[in-house]
């Protein structure tokens, strides 16, 4: 079965330093994986995507993300945070076929200090 | 993307009543899905909801007490029946990428937070 595993419950990094999430998946196939963020209050906000091809994918907000098939990760990184950035990050892996669900990960909770 | 909203934003209801919550979609499509997520948790699916079909329920959550509608393919309906304080949850939906290979992309309404007393 599908599974997303994001080990850090919570992060708290300086603003302007660089940023890691982490997120390992366990699927059968070649995975479509996702980074969502939720800002307090709000709805879930697609930061990226990635599907095949490229295994560096650029996304919003100066985030990036890279598929490591070895590893099953799919870290998110940023190289320079802003305090803006403080939120919940959730790792999602989709599948193909006719159900196209996703299976979400526990979230990491993002704090930035000034 | 599609622009998505969700009637109401927040309620706070009494136990044993139901309440229904509505996502409207400024474009067609095809995949519309419910999502709850409980206090400090993460999302977890109750339903997938497709136009002219009976919505197909994840293990956990039964038609009767979650039951959905789907008249067209811009609007769903989620109503939480008979509810306990165990329901109080942001409820949000999603939909599916409305064409081509990307159709997996689903992105979500800002959700309907609920609390049940």
């Known amino acids: 079965a599908q599974s997303v595993t994001q080990p850090d419950i919570h992060i708290t990094v300086s603003e302007g330093a660089s940023l890691e999430l982490r997120c390992n998946y366990s699927?059968?196939?070649?995975?479509?994986l996702f980074w969502y963020v939720q800002s307090p209050g709000q709805g879930l906000q697609l930061l990226l995507k990635?599907?095949?091809?490229?295994?560096l994918v650029q996304g919003i907000k100066g985030f990036e993300a890279e598929f490591k098939r070895s590893q099953s990760s799919f870290n998110l990184r940023k190289p320079s945070v802003h305090w803006s950035d403080a939120a919940e990050y959730f790792c999602?892996?989709?599948?193909?076929?006719?159900?196209?669900?996703?299976?979400f990960g526990s979230g990491t909770r993002l704090l930035v200090r000034p | 993307s599609a622009v998505i909203s969700q009637k109401p934003s927040r309620d706070i209801c009494q136990r044993g009543t139901s309440l229904t919550i509505q996502c409207q979609v400024d474009?067609?499509?095809?995949?519309m899905f419910w999502y709850r997520q409980q206090p400090g948790q993460s999302l977890t699916l109750i339903a997938t909801?497709?136009?002219?079909?009976?919505?197909?329920?994840e293990s956990g959550f039964v038609i009767d007490k979650f039951p959905i509608s789907r008249p067209n393919l811009t609007f769903s309906t989620l109503t939480v029946s008979n509810m306990s304080p165990e329901d109080s949850s942001i409820y949000l939906c999603?939909?599916?990428?409305?064409?081509?290979?990307?159709?997996?992309?689903?992105?979500f309404g800002p959700g309907t937070r609920l609390l049940v007393l």
């Open positions: 474009s067609q499509v095809t995949m």
């Open positions: 909801a497709n136009q002219g079909s009976e919505a197909t329920y």
């Open positions: 999603s939909v599916g990428a409305s064409q081509g290979p990307l159709q997996e992309t689903q992105y």
């Open positions: 990635y599907f095949s091809g490229d295994t």
């Open positions: 999602a892996v989709g599948s193909s076929g006719s159900s196209y669900k996703l299976i």
């Open positions: 699927y059968g196939a070649t995975p479509y």
